[in-house]
């Protein structure tokens, strides 16, 4: 069975205005088995031990070459780079403003 990843950079925090862990590329290995409840606990779990690992690197072209290096298929996901909206607080208070 080939291991299947995706490489991605990961989008930054909803609940925080910071830009932090958004700049590096991430390796993620996708589940290759289904979480199943522990009859005991009812804690979800999976054989799949590869869900665990998640790689980081500064750049697409490093977590590329490490993927074929390790003999990994991987897919890359493109970033989303958000369009910045630049306002002013002074147009808070401007005449002409909509109400």
Not at 30 to 36: G, S, Y
Not at 48 to 77: N, P
């Amino acid at each position: 069975m080939v291991a299947q990843a995706r490489i991605f950079r990961p989008a930054r925090n909803a609940m925080q205005s910071g830009k932090a862990k958004t700049k590096d590329w991430v390796l993620e290995f996708e589940p290759a088995a289904a979480k199943q409840a522990d009859p005991l606990m009812g804690w979800s779990g999976s054989t799949d031990t590869r869900g665990q690992v998640r790689l980081s690197f500064a750049t697409r072209e490093e977590a590329e070459t490490h993927a074929r290096r390790m003999g990994i298929a991987y897919v890359v996901a493109a970033p989303h780079e958000p369009k910045l909206k630049l306002r002013a607080y002074a147009d808070n208070f401007r005449y002409e403003r909509i109400r």
